[in-house]
């Protein structure tokens, strides 16, 4: 469980970050999206103390973090930036291993847990691990930036638009990518994007700052059905709002008894997924893999609040 | 064109007037004029159309360049000690032959083509030391041959004072080169951190650096000079007004403004996201400057490092001006008597020092890990 405390940070008159409290479960995902200048990234890195707050302050696990160097408190949290950071000198191996390498842990122990990383993002240690990061394409920077963030198995991984760098089909990819990974891992994430989209789809709670301030901290349904101000409203859009509330919902919720015919849809499909395969197969009706089916009026009623 | 190129073309130009000017003078005595000797003169006219005919065939575009023109490069220098000993055959004793117009001429144009053939492989940072050291032995195999050119006459008239004065050399452009950097690094890095100091330090480096070398020397004297006086130890440890002190002094401060701005320049070409990374990953800020920093800004303060050395390397020549020796006080002495071949013997070997301390940096730092192509 982390804490974040009546943060604030101010510049002079600007007040970045003004009075922020929020909890973060322990395994869960926190999205805190925000258009530019709304103090999102300043909050983020008042967590892992690259800032110093005004006033306020961050409880790790029940610890508060003014109690720790920075450097050490820094250790125990992951953090991942769009630029990716990667050391340019160091090979991969040797960008991950970066942290356990701080920590003093045995060269073995070390080792193995690199090859576990680079194996847990698709990654090649025998080809990629000696690599240099200037040797790799942007979708192997962003997953070789990942794993340098966990490999000491942190408390908390911190995100900073970690997706930013990427066109539009490696995002998609790297997204379910680190969504499997938290599940597997059980990782607790805190996630700066300015992209509504994205945290909905990666999030189990969504903070929405403006001007320093969280407007509204819920779940990705409680925030598109729900939104508390006008500025949320225009975050999230009038277009796709259907959309995006049937992504959240896992299809083998809407199943029913009986058969259809057609392709059947994978248990993992989102019920936004079946219903393009319902709209694209021109089809009342769809069997899903394993028994069942999902019907176009099922999907139909599920998709509004 | 397919068998020329615009290199060949206009290195023609030189390689024939190395055939057509006097390839080497012989002259009665060490400060007499010269009387002039052509190639074909010396060795007769088949044994000068063979020579001709491999300097030409290295000037055509071929993959044979480059060995033929290493080939050319060692025979041409192989040809002069030749040539000087047939002359001096039958020429009084204190006669001696010097190289000619026409040899120098020819030497650039064969040396620049070996250049261009070499650079144009792309030998890898090894390979280029090996070749370093493979001239090295060349060299030394070719200068056997020399016993009767002028430059070798005096410096086997001299061979124990200008192997003193070739460690007295090295040590001054190497001992001021390294306090520059142990100096120069850290100041560097202090001006980086705190930008209050960076225009003042600045400008007190480019100040100095606009001294010429001799005032530099006389402003020296004054203090040094009171040092030795009034210091215990200290004339003893060779502190004093010239000599050994003042030089040392003098490159030290010239080597300083490099050293100090190429680190400031390398640590700031450090990518902020990679500072970013470095300190959220938690590396303690003496860990970021030695692990991360530094190793990144290091090529580029390495390149202001081997400016340094060659320019030091070509100064020192001027610490014999003040007693502090060196390959300078050959310059200097064949200076004062008119002996052309006394200020070869110091100015060539000053010249290969800081051809070889170039390539070695070079190498060196793209020996660097992690570096791009």
Redesign the interface.
Known sequence: MIGLHNLSKHYDDLRAVDDVSLSIETGSVVAIVGTSGSGKSTLLRLV?R?IEPTAGHVTLNGQDTRDMPA??????IG?V???????????VARNIA??PR?LGWPKDKIRARVEELLRLLSLDPATIGPR?P?QLSGGQMQRVGVA?ALAARPELL?MDEPFGALDPVLRGKAQADLRAIQQTLGSTILLVTHDMAEAIRLSDRVAVMRAGRVEQFGTPAEILSRPATAFVRDLVGEGERAFRFLSLIPATDLAEEGAASGQPLPRTATASEALDALIWQNAEALPLEGGGRISRAALLRAGHP | MRYADRLGLVLALPLIAGFALPFAGLRPNRIAAPVAEWLPHIFGWPAAAGVALVAVAALARSPLRLPLAALAVAGWLALLGLGASRLAEDAPAYARVSPGAGFWLGLVALVLLLADALARRKPAPVARLALLAATVAVLALVLRLWPDVSVLQEYAARRASFWAEAQRHVALALGSFAAAVVAGVPLGIAIQRTPRLHLPVMNVLTAIQTVPSIALFGLLILPLGWVAANVPGARAAGIGGIGMAPALVALFLYALLPIVTNTVAGLRAVPPSVSEAARGMGLAPRQRLLRVDMPLALPVILTGARIVLVQNIGLATIGALIGAGGFGTFVFQGLGQTAPDLILLGALPTVALAFAAQVIFDALIDLLPGRRP
């Open positions: 892992n690259l450097f050490e408190l820094r250790r125990r953090y930036i769009q630029d990716h950071g990667l050391f340019p000198h160091w090979t970066t942290v701080l240099f200037h340098r911190l």
